[in-house]
């Protein structure tokens, strides 16, 4: 068993060598909080630097005393007790006073990353409404299609987060990824001829062939955006909603006729946002119709176009689409549109064969 003076002696050593690996180690924090700081202080380095000073200090006192005390040296004294206490309180208060500097530059910078990401967030979504805007811009008949469904799309997926089934896939990120990428559901329609896309009444059959490309389109382009960006980002639920968001629960869609489940379900939400939409929209093609009537044609095509609990779910917040409807719509009050389209035939939206149920 270890004597009290070699057990004294042992915790003086090793309080040493810790203390030398302290000595070794303070020049990279040094450095860490040089770099951290918003600007250089010089009275804030000189603190640094007597704290490293008293560092060195306390090492060397533990060689002193542990020497001292191996040669049974009396050291202790009145003096000695007190003037480690003060050299102890000081390197205790510059050690809290660089710890509180410290972690306050990282809380600003913290908070700096905060405001830069909400401006690159601001900043994509301007970018993301642009690039949408160049499949809408043509056709002003359909003013504000992207901002109406995108709130459509976030209400449908709200209600559907409520359900337990779809609670662990409908998280906040998958949510506002959804609502960022509604915007470019139609993207692909920019490769479409405008004499198709304008063409009042019905589309012959190679016609409707060719504005079924849109899907196939939109999504190469944002493949090819996605391939640039080099990580994956909402651009692959953008890639979901403009392939399939045309697809039908029966399987009788396009590009791929996929049938219930095995159709995205960001696409599946997108699909009842788009058509609520482009019924309550006139169009060169087509007469909007009412919310009464919108709600009539999702109870008739429920579990046949569209998936049977986002119907439900429609059903759930129709009230809150229908005032979104109502306040967008400013087609009646545009003068300009209407003497455009007077002498157009308009046919109602589920009257026509080949019939365009999305701008």
């Not at 509180?100 to 690159?120: A, G, P, V």
């Not at 998958?174 to 009444?201: E, F, M, N, Q, T």
């Not at 999504?219 to 651009?235: C, N, P, V, Y």
Request: some cysteine; proline content about 4%.
């Amino acid at each position: 068993m270890l004597s009290y003076k070699s057990l004294t002696l042992s915790l003086i050593a090793v309080s040493a060598v810790l203390m030398i690996y302290n000595i070794l180690k303070y020049r990279s924090i040094y450095l860490l909080t040089n770099n951290l700081l918003e600007k250089k202080e010089p009275l804030l380095n000189k603190a640094s630097r007597v704290h490293h000073l008293l560092i060195c200090f306390f090492c060397i006192g533990y060689f002193v005393i542990f020497f001292l005390l191996l040669n049974d040296r009396s050291i202790m004294s009145d003096l000695l007790v007190a003037i480690i206490f003060l050299f102890g309180s000081i390197f205790v208060f510059l050690d809290i006073t660089l710890q509180i500097k410290l972690f306050s530059s990282i809380q600003k910078k913290h908070q700096s990353i905060i405001e830069r990401n909400e401006q690159l967030n601001k900043t994509e979504d301007a970018a993301i409404f642009t690039l949408a805007y160049l499949a809408e811009i043509k056709h002003p008949e359909t003013s504000h299609h992207i901002e109406r469904t995108s709130n459509y799309v976030s209400l449908l997926a709200r209600e559907l987060q409520k359900l337990p089934e779809y609670k662990g896939y409908l998280t906040e990120r998958y949510i506002k990824d959804i609502v960022k990428s509604a915007p470019l559901h139609d993207i692909g329609k920019i490769r479409v001829p405008d004499s198709i896309l304008s063409k009042p009444g019905k589309l012959t059959s190679e016609e409707f062939e060719i504005i079924k490309l849109h899907c196939e389109y939109g999504a190469d382009i944002l493949r090819t955006a996605e391939k640039k960006l080099g990580f994956q980002s909402f651009l692959r639920i953008a890639i979901q909603i403009t392939f399939s968001h045309h697809e039908k629960w029966n399987g009788e869609g396009y590009p791929r006729g996929l049938k219930g489940n095995k159709i995205p379900l960001s696409a599946r939400i997108m699909a009842v946002a788009d058509v609520y939409d482009a019924l309550r929209t006139e169009s060169y093609y087509k007469k909007k119709v009412s919310h009464e009537i919108c709600c009539r044609v999702f109870m008739k095509e429920q579990g046949i176009h569209f998936d049977p609990d986002i119907v439900d779910a429609f059903f759930r917040c129709e009230k809150a689409f229908a005032e979104i409807s109502e306040a967008y719509y400013e087609r009646q009050d545009d003068p300009q549109l209407k003497s455009q389209n007077s002498t157009i035939p308009i046919k109602p939206a589920f009257e026509q064969s080949n019939s365009r149920l999305a701008p």
